[in-house]
């Protein structure tokens, strides 16, 4: 008969032994599944673009001179040869005392050389009557027989010679004139009596105000930006991207334009600039980014209240496809010794039996939230989400909660 205590003995071994065999027995893995399912597909390029005008006109001053106030506002509608805005000619400086003296010293001065030269004028006239009298006298005196042929010569040539000196006198009295008149415009211009016709600067296309840059009267030079004018109904879309997403964002395709403060709007691809250019990001790296000018569909950017310089995210659609098996990017991940790169390589843990087991994938592309699935899954398939580190093919799963697809 065994005794009592070898039958404790063994009873409490056993019950040792099944406890250590349950503390050391693998336990099943927490996770969270999700199940394949078939519906539409989108990938998209998403970056910040900002709204400006297809066509923006800068109107300058043709002429340097003095801008009358411009009445003109932002968002005032002028139509094509409208006035926007007046220019006179600049006045002069004003005169001090001794300047103004001076100047009246000098039209006194320009005047009496007026004098003199209408003097001379005169005098010159006189000789020259008195020498075509002479050749008359002597031509009459030749044809008698009383003077040499020679004195009439000399007759003659000093009666040219009076001419051309009466010439020169006339000559320096307009001379004289035109000093005055200029004395006498000074004068005028300092004492604030100069005018000028007025200069129309007239709209070269019709549209809205966009900003007024001179509104005040103010003396301008030429080439003065005045204002701005633009249509707001023909607004366009600049958006910076990288070039290796430039690369897919071809010419026509569908764009989707929201967080601006309103509804999202669509829109087309338009022109990708043929040239990249380097932009410093915030975290300091220098990118090479490409500028893609995206056209607005439609007319109800502007019903909307889009308006120019609005910063918007543009969403531009690289894939889009219907009826195509997807499951949550978050269960996707490289296999072991494979990259990942370009969609190949790629595997998940799918749940079957209460196990997980590592499936290879074929992947058609993804989006920051779904990854289209080419082969390699069932419609209805469990997938692991967010896989644990420590999950390993053929381990023992336990579903703690099923994340809803999106």
């Given at each position: 008969m065994i005794p009592r205590r070898h039958i404790v003995t063994a009873a409490t071994a056993a019950a040792l032994a099944a406890a250590l065999a349950w503390a050391l027995a693998p336990r099943p893995v927490a996770v969270e599944t999700a199940a394949a399912a078939s519906g539409r597909f989108e990938s998209a390029i998403e970056e910040d673009g900002k709204t400006r005008l297809v066509d923006q006109y800068l109107v300058?001053?043709?002429?340097?001179g003095e801008l009358a106030r411009i009445a003109l506002r932002e968002g005032d509608q002028v139509a094509a040869g409208a006035v926007v805005a007046q220019l006179r000619p600049a006045r002069a400086p004003l005169l001090d005392e001794r300047t103004r003296r001076q100047q009246q010293a000098r039209l006194a001065a320009a005047e009496a050389q007026v004098g003199a030269a209408g003097a001379a004028?005169?005098?010159?006239?006189?000789?020259?009557?008195?020498?075509?009298?002479?050749v008359l006298r002597t031509e009459q005196l030749g044809r008698a027989g009383f003077v040499a042929a020679s004195r009439l010569d000399s007759e003659r040539l000093a009666a040219q010679a009076a001419q051309q000196e009466r010439d020169s006198a006339a000559a320096q009295r307009r001379i004289a004139l035109h000093e005055a008149e200029q004395a006498r415009a000074a004068l005028d211009a300092g004492a604030g009596?100069?005018?000028?016709?007025?200069?129309?600067?007239?709209?070269?296309?019709?549209?809205?105000?966009?900003?007024?840059?001179?509104?005040?009267?103010?003396?301008?030079?030429?080439g003065a930006p005045l204002l701005e004018l633009g249509?707001?109904?023909?607004?366009?879309?600049?958006?910076?991207?990288?070039?290796?997403?430039?690369?897919?964002?071809?010419p026509g395709t569908p764009v989707r334009i929201d967080r601006w403060g309103g509804p999202p709007l669509d829109g087309r691809v338009r022109r990708v600039e043929p040239a990249a250019f380097t932009k410093v990001s915030a975290l300091g790296v220098e990118e090479q980014r490409v500028r893609v000018l995206i056209d607005l569909a439609g007319a109800g950017a502007r019903g909307a209240g889009l308006g120019v310089a609005y910063r918007v995210n543009v969403r531009i659609v690289t894939t889009s496809l219907e009826n195509v098996r997807k499951v949550p990017v978050s269960a996707v991940f490289p296999l072991p010794g494979k990259s990942g790169a370009d969609n190949a390589g790629m595997g998940a843990y799918l749940v079957r039996d209460g196990r997980a087991h590592l499936t290879p994938l074929r992947l058609g592309g993804r989006n920051e939230a779904e990854a289209w699935v080419r082969d390699g899954l069932a419609e209805g398939a469990q997938v692991i989400v967010y896989p644990p580190a420590q999950l390993r093919d053929g381990a023992r799963v336990q579903v703690r909660e099923v994340a809803r697809p999106r």
């Open positions: 300058s001053a043709p002429l340097a004028l005169e005098r010159a006239g006189i000789v020259l009557r008195q020498a075509q009298r002479d009596r100069d005018g000028g016709a007025v200069h129309p600067v007239r709209a070269p296309v019709g549209g809205r105000v966009l900003r007024v840059i001179q509104a005040s009267e103010a003396v301008v030079a030429l249509d707001p109904d023909r607004l366009e879309v600049v958006a910076d991207l990288l070039t290796a997403d430039a690369v897919l964002a071809r």
